[in-house]
Structure formats: structure tokens, C-alpha cells
């Protein structure tokens, strides 16, 4: 099935380091998502994008839509520990489309 | 506020052995789903159920069943569990509107011998 190219695949950091992460795909996208697990738990939704160009902010988090369309890419500032974990893109092709689209994660991990 | 509650949370199967996941959610959404997540690959969709009543294959829907016994509760079903089938699987659950943004249960880890 069709996943989207997530990068970088793992991340080591030092506290306090500023983190980018993005999602490529070939095909135009209505919607991005990006978000977040911690080890032993679901998903979390971190910040839902609808319209090309937009971004936003979600404390030290900022994502943004793509002019194209076709990618997305979201910052941490300013990492702390609680930031580890592996987040996920995901992406909707069409509006009422059930079946998101989703990419394969970027782990981060903090360095002691 | 329990959101998406998923049972069992551990399981081992034999090959051939079947089992159901159960799923409830709380927040009277409309759309519930089942993914699996395999290292590395990210989640796949099994089935969803867009709304009481209707349930439509995902991506990988082979080798399972689904049933929407009501508007809370979803389960997901292993006739003759596989190797293949070893996983941690996530229930979710989202408002019809919310296009994507979903709440996502603790996941139950099954292993198939």
C-alpha cells in the first residue's frame, strides 16, 4: 500500500537541541496530521493541518503544510527529555476519505 | 476520561487458535477503526466502521473480522490465528467530522506461535 517517506528515521539529540522532521509523498494530500507515541501507548495527535501554507503551533511544536501540497514538516524547539518517543505523519488524499495514509516514524532520542 | 479502551492487553495464540479483540470508546464517536503496527512500518488499517452499522476493509483486512455490535464498541476478530498476525494492534475511535484526528486506544500485543 501507499506509505508516505517519513525522515530521519531516528533522531539522537542533546536537551535543549531544536528537532525537524519531515513527510514527502508523490501524491497531493487534503489533509496532515502528525503525531506522537511514547513507548506502551496510542497515538496522540499533536497538530492537524487542512490548508496549504498553514502553519501551527502547538507550545515548542510547529508544523506546516506544504505549498504543494505533497509534504509537511514539523519542529520541536528547545527538546526535553519528555520529547522522546517515535511521531508519525499521516495524511488524508481526499475530504471523507476514512483510510489515512501513514508514515513509517521518526524516532527521538534524547542524549543523557 | 477512560477514551479508548482495548481488551486484552497481552496475548499469545497458538497457530490455528482464534480470538477477539474488544474496543469501547466513551466520546460517542461516530467512526472506529482497527490498525496493526509492525516495526518499521508504520500503522495498517484492518477495518473500519465509518458509522453504527457499516463496516468497510482496509488495507490488510485478510485473515480478520469485524463486528459493531453498537455505537461504543468495535471487536476485532482472529478466525485461525498465523504467524504473520503477531503484532500490536490499535483500536480508534473518531467524531465523523474530524477528518483524521483520532484517539487511539493503549494497543493490545498479540504473539501467534
Known amino acids: 500500500g501507499q506509505q508516505l517517506n517519513q525522515s530521519p528515521q531516528s533522531m539522537f539529540i542533546q536537551e535543549g537541541e531544536d528537532v525537524s522532521m519531515n513527510c514527502t509523498s508523490s501524491s497531493i494530500f487534503n489533509t496532515w496530521l502528525w503525531y506522537k507515541q511514547e513507548p506502551g501507548e496510542g497515538p496522540v495527535l499533536l497538530i492537524a493541518l487542512y490548508k496549504a501554507g498553514e502553519l501551527t503551533s502547538n507550545g515548542r511544536l510547529t508544523a506546516q503544510f506544504g505549498i504543494t501540497r505533497k509534504d509537511s514538516f514539523l519542529n520541536i524547539s528547545a527538546s526535553i527529555p519528555s520529547d522522546v518517543g517515535i511521531y508519525f505523519c499521516a495524511g488524508q488524499l481526499v475530504v471523507g476519505d476514512y483510510q489515512l495514509i501513514w508514515g513509517a516514524g521518526t524516532k527521538l532520542i534524547i542524549k543523557p | 476520561n477512560a477514551g479508548v479502551t482495548q481488551t486484552p492487553k497481552f496475548q499469545v495464540l497458538k497457530t490455528g487458535q482464534s480470538m477477539t479483540l474488544q474496543c469501547a470508546q466513551d466520546m460517542n464517536h461516530n467512526s472506529m477503526y482497527w490498525y496493526r503496527q509492525d516495526p518499521g512500518m508504520g500503522l495498517r488499517l484492518i477495518y473500519y466502521?465509518?458509522?453504527?452499522?457499516?463496516?468497510d476493509k482496509g488495507e490488510v483486512p485478510n485473515g480478520y473480522n469485524v463486528s459493531r455490535l453498537n455505537k461504543r464498541e468495535f471487536s476485532l476478530r482472529l478466525e485461525s490465528a498465523a504467524p504473520s498476525q503477531t503484532s500490536v494492534y490499535f483500536c480508534?475511535?473518531?467524531?465523523?467530522?474530524?477528518?483524521?484526528?483520532?484517539?487511539f486506544g493503549e494497543g493490545s500485543r498479540l504473539t501467534v506461535l
Open positions: 480508534a475511535s473518531s467524531d465523523q467530522g474530524e477528518a483524521g484526528e483520532l484517539f
Open positions: 466502521s465509518a458509522s453504527e452499522g457499516t463496516t
